[in-house]
Each structure stands twice: as structure tokens, then as C-alpha cells.
Nanobody
Framework: QVQLVESGGGLVQPGGSLRLSCAAS????????MGWFRQAPGKEREFVATISTAGSNTEYADSVKGRFTISRDNAKNTVYLQMNSLKPDDTAVYYC????????????????WGQGTQVTVSS
């Protein structure tokens, strides 16, 4: 089992920045592809970003490309999502997820999920 805990969410103004963290326990994350997803009320959970086991490959949703950066520090068993130039449409609960096999854009590929952290972008 892998336990994931997100932190770093909050209320920011449009154009602001946040850095989300995902801390893992139960297993080391070095062999897991990792992803970030988000879900707004009444909407489906959507892909945001994913990163390969060693951190050498990343992919992003078109809606966040150029603004968000996913990274990982396997020594700290932690994954990050740096979010810049935030927009009101970025408002959602953000979830960290771990994939036993590889990085993926597909939510069903992930085996473990955190509890989520709320990000609200509003003036």
C-alpha cells in the first residue's frame, strides 16, 4: 500500500502561484509513475500532469502547459506541482496519484490516490 497526502492548496488571486506537494508513505515512490489530477464540483476528474519514475519525462494537459510544472524528489518520497499564472478555471480539488507501472494520462491507470487539496483562484 501507498499512502499519499497532498498539501499546499489555498486561495490565490488570478495570476498568482501555488506549489502543491504530495508526500508518500508505505512504499518508496522511485518505481512509480506519478500524476496530478483535478476535479471541480459537478465535473469529472481530469488529467493535469504526469511524470516518469526517474523524473526524466513529463506530460501536461493542454490547459496547463507552460504554466504548471510537475517534479519529483525520490529521496524525499515527494512529488510537486508548481502552478503559475493561475486562472479561475484552475479552481478545483487537486489529487496526487501513483501508478505502479508507468506515467499515464489515464485516471484508471493509477493505483493509489491522495485525499486532495483545494485550490481556489479568485479575486
Amino acid at each position: 500500500q501507498v499512502q499519499l497526502v497532498e498539501s499546499g492548496g489555498g486561495l490565490v488571486q488570478p495570476g498568482g502561484s501555488l506549489r502543491l506537494s504530495c508526500a508518500a508513505s508505505g512504499r518508496t515512490l522511485s518505481s512509480y509513475g506519478m500524476g496530478w489530477f483535478r476535479q471541480a464540483p459537478g465535473k469529472e476528474r481530469e488529467f493535469v500532469a504526469t511524470i516518469s519514475t526517474a523524473g526524466s519525462n513529463t506530460e501536461y494537459a493542454d490547459s496547463v502547459k507552460g504554466r504548471f510544472t510537475i517534479s519529483r524528489d525520490n529521496a524525499k518520497n515527494t512529488v510537486y506541482l508548481q502552478m503559475n499564472s493561475l486562472k479561475p478555471d484552475d479552481t478545483a480539488v487537486y489529487y496526487c496519484a501513483a501508478n505502479r507501472w508507468s506515467r499515464s494520462r489515464i485516471r484508471d491507470a493509477y493505483d493509489y490516490w491522495g485525499q486532495g487539496t483545494q485550490v481556489t483562484v479568485s479575486s
